[in-house]
Every structure is written in structure tokens, then in C-alpha cells.
């Protein structure tokens, strides 16, 4: 099948050069700036054998893929690579029935609570963390599990104490571990993500003259060992947006800041016009990214008030319920990307603690009450996150947000999505506004020339975030909840 490969533009025909000459490439691309086809332009430059890998299952890279590079370039996930090399061995022990975390701890000989300082673990609680230890093992390049693969427990905030939960831990998901290598193995339901690592850890020769990463800042350190250890014998192309990595919490990390190659941009967006490039400059000179986006002047952007938005973009999952709930009220067919289910999940834990009972869930497993609750989120500065939840169900009720849950729409028929930023990532919608739950920095206790404090800094992941969020929009984007940025002279674009 011909492929139609649209004509490059400079940086992308700097791209295909520097290619051609077999360096090794890492393409600093931004939002809308065209890095898939960027490298399906690589691809079809080249007579020789390649692969173009993709991490994130979100990319429908075996129908969109497959019709914008040639057949010399195998489309694929790291996912699939892995099951075709290793993974069919445990095709048995894949989409087995779901099994409860307590009874697999159970069966790893968790039998008993542990007190760790004022707090008993119960085994329930244990076997979640086991299990989430090894997930986030496998999420990593480490070749065993160590006790900072175990999740830090809310509400358990001594170094001290988390160090004695790690290393009565540790030993439980190293058994675990054992489990998931043995392809007869009961314990433990296996998934994608274990056979994904075991394939990591052989330590895999790919065959191909070339491998092109896309969104490579995103890249789990997992799936970043093996893209590099083919290094010396492969060209390797990697591309991404150093300012959306915005993962870290699951592991990714930017791969491209370090990697040895030659280094290239792609800063023309072709989503959005100039007015919008120059908002979206503004986050990345407070992210330090090392890169500026341009816009295409004939796509007509514009940035002021919209009252009727295709989409809402918050900056947490309680931000988008109380979009949701308020936009519910306004009577508008209203669609949540990702779904309720986490937000249903922490609503039911909620309801659980409101009651006097204890819960499981992760996020609130260690409070006794919904007072506990209250009070720690009002009094414990470094989890101030949990603010934000306990208003929403001190405000609403939990039975509230249940059936605000229950009354969400398919994107196909809604009038408005909401979407957190994180959410939204790799999206695009003709107008979007910006809710308010992007809190500014707290101010510093110094004042400025006119007297007023001085805000504190940006924080660099937080611009990053704010970011993705304005370079959504293609038409209008209203900045309302992040046009604090105004009080950073320093990020002023000069037009």
C-alpha cells in the first residue's frame, strides 16, 4: 500500500536529514506539532527495516499506525514485543478470575496484623501493599525489589516507620515476585505488565535497523532500559515533549533530557494559532523547557470567555466531580474521560468511614472515621491534597456524588466532557476552558515594589501540567483558572 506522506516542513526536513546520516536522533516535538508523522516521514525515507514503538495502550497504533508508515516499519507496542518473545508462556495464567488481595496475601503467609508505631496494619492493608509493590517494581529498570518499591502509606509519615513497614514488606513481594516468574505459578493473577517486565529483564535483542520511540518523555523506565540497550545495534530515534512528562508518579521520567544523540525541535503546532502558542510559552518558560512553541497563523485561536465549552480540564479528579456535579445541575449531557470509577471508589470509602466502619481503600485504609479524615486533611500540610476530596463529600454527600457518577454520558453523546489534565493528554477539543482547581502558589512572606507579597515560584511540574491543559484547545481557550500566571512578569511574552 502507497503511503501519502505530507510534504516536510524545515525542522522536520532537518529531521529526515540527520536520520538519513544515521545519527542517533531524540525530536524535541511539541503539542500538535506532528511528531507521528514525523516519524512515518523517517520511516519512508529509508529503505531499511525498522520499528516504531509505542508504550501507552491509549496509542491505536494497530489501525492508525499502520496506515501512515510503510511496510518496511513494524508498528508495535513494547507490550506486544514482550508477549511474542516471552509473554505466550503465561498465555494460561493471563485474564484468570479476580482474586481478592487479602486472600492472595494469604496465600503469600500473610496471616496477622503488624503494629508499626501507633498503627495496626491489618492483612488486608498488607496484602495492598504487597501487590502494589510489585507493580511498581515492574513500572521500573531495577532487576530486584527493594524497599523503595514500597508505596508510602497515608497517614504513615515517619521515615522512620515507613522503613519498618518497607522491611516487613520487601520480603513478602520478593515472594510475590517469585510467583509471577513461575509460568505455573497460583498465587498471584498475572497481567501484562509482568510478563512485560520478565521479558525486560532478559535483557532483549530486537531485530531492526532503526527503532522511533514515540512519546518518549512518558516512557516507563522499564520500556526505556530496553529501547536504550540497543543502542550499538540499532539507530535509535526518540520523540516526545520534555514539557508534558508528566507520569512521575507512575514511574515515567524524561528519558530525553540525558540521551546521547543529536538533539532537534519541532516547534510549529499546527492545532492552534499564534494567540495560543504565546499562552503556552508562557508555562514553558516556567517549566525551564528548553523549548518554544510557534503557531500557524492561519488556524484562528483565540483566547477570552466561553460559555459553552466541548471540554473542562481540571487539575484533579476532585476538580472534575465538581465539574461534573455542577454541570449535571445546569442540565447539560455531561461525559467524564476515564469514567467515575475512581471517583465512585473514593465516595464508597467516604461513605464506609462516614458510617464508623474501616475501609480498604488505599488512599484512607489507615483512618479510623471520617473525623480522622477531616482532621488530618485541615492540620497536615504535606497532604493537603485530601482537602479538596473532604470538601466535595462534606459539601455534596456522598449519595450526591454516587449518582452524579451514575448519570455521566458517553463522549459520543455529551454536550460537555470533563477531563483532568493528565487525562487529557494527547486530546484535542475546538474549545476548552481551564477550571478553577489550579491553585496558584502560596505567596511568600516578601513584598513586592507596590507592597504586595511576592508569589512564590512555579513549580516546574506544575507548569508542565498547566501546559497540556492550554494546548487542548484548537479554537478558544478560556484561561480563567490559570490566569494567575499573570503575576509572573517573567513569563510575559513579547509580541
Keep these: 500500500m502507497e503511503i501519502d506522506v505530507p510534504t516536510p516542513i524545515g525542522e522536520q526536513e532537518a529531521a529526515a536529514t ?215 545495534r540499532m539507530q535509535l530515534v526518540m520523540v516526545g515533549d520534555y514539557a508534558p512528562a508528566i507520569y512521575g508518579w507512575r514511574g515515567a521520567r524524561d528519558v530525553m533530557t540525558g540521551f546521547h544523540g543529536t538533539a532537534l525541535a519541532l516547534p510549529r503546532s499546527f492545532r492552534f494559532g499564534p494567540a495560543l502558542a504565546d499562552e503556552a510559552n508562557r508555562w514553558l518558560t516556567a517549566a525551564g523547557a528548553p523549548i518554544r512553541l510557534t503557531g500557524t497563523e492561519h488556524v484562528p485561536t483565540t483566547i477570552g470567555p466561553c460559555s459553552a465549552p466541548d471540554a473542562v480540564l481540571c487539575r484533579t479528579d476532585v476538580g472534575a466531580m465538581n465539574e461534573v456535579l455542577h454541570l449535571l445541575q445546569a442540565g447539560l449531557r455531561t461525559a467524564l474521560v476515564g469514567g467515575g470509577g475512581t471517583l465512585r471508589a473514593l465516595a464508597l470509602a467516604a461513605g464506609e468511614l462516614k458510617d464508623g466502619r474501616r475501609t480498604t481503600h488505599p488512599e484512607l485504609v489507615l483512618f479510623p472515621t471520617w473525623g480522622a479524615v477531616q482532621d488530618y486533611a485541615a492540620h497536615d500540610p504535606a497532604d493537603s491534597d485530601l482537602q479538596p476530596l473532604v470538601g466535595l463529600v462534606d459539601k455534596h454527600g456522598v449519595h450526591a456524588i454516587l449518582t452524579a457518577v451514575s448519570q455521566l454520558h458517553d463522549e459520543t453523546t455529551c454536550l460537555v466532557t470533563v477531563s483532568t489534565a493528565h487525562k487529557a493528554k494527547g486530546r484535542e477539543w475546538s474549545r476548552v476552558q481551564i477550571a478553577s482547581d489550579f491553585a496558584p502558589p502560596k505567596d511568600t512572606d516578601q513584598p513586592g515594589p507596590d507592597g504586595t507579597p511576592i508569589p512564590a515560584p512555579v513549580d516546574s511540574a506544575e507548569a508542565r501540567l498547566a501546559y497540556v491543559a492550554v494546548t487542548r484547545a484548537q479554537n478558544l481557550l478560556d484561561r480563567t483558572g490559570l490566569s494567575w500566571i499573570d503575576r509572573y512578569p517573567d513569563t510575559a511574552t513579547i509580541g
Design 18 to 232: 540527520a536520520f538519513e546520516a544515521g545519527d542517533h536522533l531524540a525530536v524535541q516535538a511539541s503539542a500538535g506539532t506532528g511528531k507521528t508523522t514525523t516519524l512515518s516521514m523517517l520511516a519512508t525515507r529509508t529503505p531499511r527495516r525498522g520499528r516504531y514503538l509505542a508504550y501507552n495502550h491509549a496509542i491505536a497504533i494497530a489501525t492508525d499506525a499502520a496506515t501512515r508508515f510503510p511496510a518496511t516499519a513494524t508498528c508495535t507496542t513494547a507490550h506486544s514485543l514482550a508477549y511474542r518473545a516471552l509473554g505466550h508462556r503465561y498465555h494460561h495464567r493471563l485474564n484468570a478470575p479476580r482474586v481478592p488481595a487479602w486472600k492472595t496475601g494469604q496465600d503469600l503467609g500473610i496471616t496477622g496484623p503488624v503494629r508499626i508505631g501507633p498503627h495496626e496494619i491489618t492483612p488486608r492493608t498488607l496484602s495492598h501493599t504487597v501487590l502494589r509493590t510489585v507493580a511498581r517494581f515492574c513500572h521500573s529498570a531495577d532487576t530486584d525489589i527493594n524497599r523503595r518499591h514500597v508505596p508510602a502509606l497515608r497517614g504513615l509519615d515517619d521515615p522512620g516507620l515507613r522503613r519498618e513497614l518497607a522491611a516487613h514488606i520487601t520480603p513478602y513481594a520478593r515472594r510475590a515476585w517469585d510467583d509471577l516468574r513461575d509460568p505455573e505459578g497460583t498465587k498471584v493473577r498475572f497481567d501484562h505488565d509482568h510478563y512485560l517486565k520478565l521479558w525486560a529483564l532478559t535483557g532483549p535483542r530486537i531485530d531492526g535497523d532503526f527503532m522511533l520511540l514515540d512519546e518518549a518523555q512518558d516512557t516507563n523506565p522499564v520500556v526505556e532500559q530496553v529501547f536504550l540497550d540497543q543502542r550499538n
